[in-house]
T-cell receptor
Framework: AQKVTQAQTEISVVEKEDVTLDCVYE???????LFWYKQPPSGELVFLIR??????QNEISGRYSWNFQKSTSSFNFTITASQVVDSAVYFC?????????????FGQGTELSVKP | GAGVSQSPRYKVAKRGQDVALRCDPI?????LFWYQQALGQGPEFLTY????????KSGLPSDRFFAERPEGSVSTLKIQRTQQEDSAVYLC????????????????FGPGTRLTVL
């Protein structure tokens, strides 16, 4: 069955440190889609990245980078030179398709606290 | 509007009351999803609409939960005879295409409605 595991419940770092958030997924599909969302204290889920299983290239967007490794079923997220504004809960998710449509399956989330 | 909007942002209900939560998706988005997020947990799927058709309601926890999207735009999630275990944040999301038609578009979320049942 599809499942997403974020083993780190909470991470605390000091500003300017680099931090990596882990995500491990399980799937029987050969084609699948993975996502990362950020949930700041305001509560809204903010989309960060979408990755399909065909594309194993790592991606960098400013201070954010993602490492997708099919061999280990992992899709890890790194923030370089963290800032206080990065403090939030981060969710990894997998799209689960089906005959009637689809849904996102979320991990439990990792709460990141960046201290000045 | 530019993004998904939800109202009210906060709702306090007495046990046994009925509540209605509204979602206004991004204009032109075919698909609309409802998720429930308990404190400290990831969101969990409740139901999905393609235009006005409710194609999947497998995540609704009981028959007290009902959702509709009569004109294929705004959606309402109704909870009858609320119980304390219904306390959660209810998130709405929309996407441009329909997963039922093979689309796997990004889902964009609203700010959520925090429901507290006393």
């Amino acid at each position: 069955a599809q499942k997403v595991t974020q083993a780190q419940t909470e991470i605390s770092v000091v500003e300017k440190e680099d931090v990596t958030l882990d995500c491990v997924y399980e799937t029987r599909d050969t084609t699948y889609y993975l996502f990362w969302y950020k949930q700041p204290p305001s509560g809204e889920l903010v989309f960060l990245i979408r990755r399909n299983s065909f594309d194993e290239q790592n991606e960098i967007s400013g201070r954010y980078s993602w490492n997708f490794q099919k061999s280990t079923s992992s899709f890890n997220f790194t923030i370089t030179a963290s800032q206080v504004v990065d403090s939030a809960v981060y969710f990894c998710a997998q799209f689960l398709g089906g005959n009637q449509g689809g849904k996102l399956i979320f991990g439990q989330g990792t709460e990141l606290s960046v201290k000045p | 509007g530019a993004g998904v909007s939800q109202s009210p942002r906060y709702k306090v209900a007495k046990r046994g009351q009925d509540v209605a939560l509204r979602c206004d998706p991004i204009s032109g988005h075919v698909s609309l999803f409802w998720y429930q997020q308990a404190l400290g947990q990831g969101p969990e799927f409740l139901t999905y609409f393609q235009n006005e058709a409710q194609l999947d309601k497998s995540g609704l926890p009981s028959d007290r939960f009902f959702a509709e999207r009569p004109e294929g735009s705004v959606s309402t999630l109704k909870i009858q005879r609320t119980q304390q275990e219904d306390s959660a944040v209810y998130l709405c999301a929309s996407s441009f295409r329909s997963p039922a038609r093979g689309g796997t578009d990004t889902q964009y979320f609203g700010p959520g409605t925090r429901l507290t049942v006393l």
